[in-house]
């Protein structure tokens, strides 16, 4: 099995900062794109942003600029640095992955269980 564990979400005044990791772990061969969506309530689920193995990197373009996506591939981790944050960037904010799993010897996307963010004042 295959899981994607999200942490970083929570309460931030306007303007302020956060940063979100993710890190997959399991039957992991390999992994290729990881990235970051998020839904805002009464909205579809959107491309924040992803990052190939090799480092390439694709934002929405309204978000490129105030969000910077990394990654570890030692480390099976990818990272969202938010920063300048508005209240329009509460959502919760989801990882995926796509991952070659070894038991089925498949690809699968994956995704993580969520993490809130909040922008407030």
């Known amino acids: 099995q295959v899981q994607l564990v999200e942490s970083g979400g929570g309460l931030v005044q306007p303007g302020g900062s956060l940063r979100l990791s993710c890190a997959a772990s399991?039957?992991?061969?390999?992994?290729?794109?990881m990235g970051w969506y998020r839904q805002i309530p009464g909205k579809e689920r959107e491309l924040v942003a992803d990052v190939t193995t090799a480092g390439r990197t694709n934002y929405r373009d309204s978000l490129e600029g105030r969000f910077t996506i990394s990654r570890d591939n030692a480390k099976n981790t990818v990272y969202l640095q938010m920063s300048s944050l508005k209240p329009e960037d509460t959502a919760v904010y989801y990882c995926?992955?796509?991952?070659?799993?070894?038991?089925?010897?498949?690809?699968?996307?994956?995704w993580g269980q969520g993490t809130q963010v909040t922008v407030s004042s």
């Open positions: 399991g039957s992991i061969s390999s992994i290729s794109t």
């Open positions: 995926s992955a796509r991952i070659f799993e070894y038991r089925s010897a498949t690809w699968r996307n994956y």
